[in-house]
C-alpha cells in the first residue's frame, strides 16, 4: 500500500494499463479482463487486476496531466515492481491525414516542461518508447485492420492552450497529436529500465474541429485497448 494506491502486495500485475479516467480503467477491466478484481479505490482512482489470456494485467487510472501521471507511474514502479506500463487514453490529432478513430502509437514525446525537469535541467532529453511494444503494437494494428500512425506526439501542461504559433510550428515538424500524459510516463520508464508505450485513439481533430460521438468514442477505445493488450504480451 502507498499513499495514493490502496493495492496489497502481489495485487498489482507486472503490465499495467494508464488511462487517465478512472471510469474508463473500470470499463476496461469489465470488458476485457477476466475475473477482475478492485485493488484500488483511493481518492477515487480506480484500479482493477484481472487476466487477459492468462495474462496478468492491472489498469490503473492515473488522472488527468503529467503530474498526476507521475505519482501513480513511480509508485507502481517504486513500490509495486512494474515492468511494462501503456498509456491508453485520447489525443487530439494535428495532422490532415489522420482520422478520428485513428490509433496513434507514440514513438517520441515532446514536451515544454514535465514532472522531470528538475532533474534534467538545461538537458532537453528527448523520452522514446520502448521499441518492442511500439513494434508489437503496430502489428497487432496492422492484423486488426485498424488505421495506425507512428511517429512524435507532444504532451502539453495545459489543456485549455492558446499557444497558435506553436501549435502551428508542432504541425510543421510532423508532430501527429496531442495529450498530456505521455512524455513524462517515458521520462519514468527510461529512468527505472521499464517498458512503456503510449496507445492513443484520436477523439478530435484540432485541424478540422471533427470529434467522436460517444458511441463512436466507446468502439475507438476498444481498438486502442486490444492493441496495447495484444502489445504487451505479443
Known sequence: MTIHIGARPGEIAETVLLPGDPLRAKWAAETFLDNAVCVNRVRGMLGFTGSWKG?????????????????????????????????????????ERIRPRDIILAMTCSAIS??????????????????????????????????????????SDAFYDERPDLEEQMIRHGILGVEMEAAELYNLAARHGRRALAVLTVSDHLLTREALSSAERESGFREMVEIALAAAFA
Open 114 to 155: 514535465t514532472p522531470s525537469q528538475g532533474i534534467f535541467r538545461e538537458l532537453r532529453f528527448s523520452p522514446c518508447a520502448d521499441w518492442s511494444l511500439l513494434h508489437a503494437a503496430w502489428q497487432a494494428a496492422q492484423d486488426a485492420g485498424t488505421r495506425a500512425h507512428v511517429g512524435g506526439i507532444y504532451s
Open 55 to 95: 495474462h496478468r494485467v492491472t489498469i490503473q487510472g492515473s488522472g488527468m496531466g503529467m503530474p498526476s501521471l507521475s505519482i501513480y507511474a513511480n509508485e507502481l514502479i517504486r513500490d509495486y515492481d512494474a515492468k511494462t506500463l501503456i498509456r491508453i487514453g485520447s489525443c487530439g490529432a494535428m495532422q
